[in-house]
């Protein structure tokens, strides 16, 4: 039972490029999210879907796009990376709201 | 709105010392209230949650108890070891949202 496993785990990217982040959980969790975690900024909500087939803006979805696949994966696109979009990034995964989220291990990107 | 707010760090303590994180709270409705803690180079693991007022939530020695009149849920532990050295959130979620909602952590470093 691997929970949530993200994809890559490091990222080097030049500023332009495209890339999709992606995002799998084996635990057949309703919700999943994504989230961006900066120094000084906690995490900060970018996208989540609440079921398969429903996506939903969160904090600071600029410059991103998302895919609800089916249940298990929801993966995280960069159309145009920015360096601002230099962060660590992390998927989570909840049953419902009482029950807390299943985040995944993360992945560095950063663009230069 | 909703909104957690943190204690800022970081926390420097001796091993042994008694812990307290405080934790606060805005939001509509009932929300349930979680910490979470992060090792460094990993993702956020839930710690423990309570879902009602007067719940206390309690894991690995941690306890915090969800106090609506103060809209409080502070993380408090009474013997601190090197292994708890971690950064810890706060976060909350309505009963009726999708949304989780984190502080902004607090960096605790236990030295021996």
């Known amino acids: 039972n691997a929970g949530v496993t993200q994809t890559p785990k490091f990222q080097v990217l030049k500023t332009g490029q495209s890339m999709t982040l992606q995002c799998a959980q084996d635990?057949?969790?309703?919700?999943m999210y994504w989230y961006r975690q900066d120094p000084g900024m906690g995490l900060r909500l970018i996208y989540y879907?609440?079921?398969?087939?429903?996506?939903d803006k969160g904090e600071v979805p600029n410059g991103y796009n998302v895919s609800r696949l089916n249940k298990r994966e929801f993966s995280l696109r960069l159309e145009s990376a920015a360096p601002s979009q230099t962060s660590v990034y992390f998927c989570a995964a909840t049953l419902g709201q009482g029950m807390g989220a299943f985040f995944g291990q993360g992945t560095r990107l950063t663009v230069v | 709105g909703n909104s957690v707010t943190q204690m800022e760090g970081p926390v420097t303590l001796s091993e042994e010392a008694f812990l307290t994180i405080n934790c606060t709270y805005t939001a509509t409705g009932y929300p349930s209230l979680f910490w979470y803690v992060q090792y460094p180079g990993e993702g956020l693991q839930l710690l423990l949650k309570a879902t009602k007022a007067d719940d206390k939530g309690s894991n690995k020695g941690f306890e915090a108890t969800y106090r609506k009149e103060t809209t409080s849920f502070h993380l408090e532990k009474g013997s601190v070891q090197v292994s708890d050295s971690a950064v810890y959130f706060c976060?909350?979620?309505?009963?009726?949202?999708?949304?989780?909602?984190f502080g902004t952590g607090t960096s605790l470093t236990v030295i021996p």
């Open positions: 976060a909350l979620i309505r009963n009726t949202g999708n949304q989780f909602y």
């Open positions: 635990m057949n969790h309703n919700s």
């Open positions: 879907s609440a079921s398969e087939g429903t996506t």
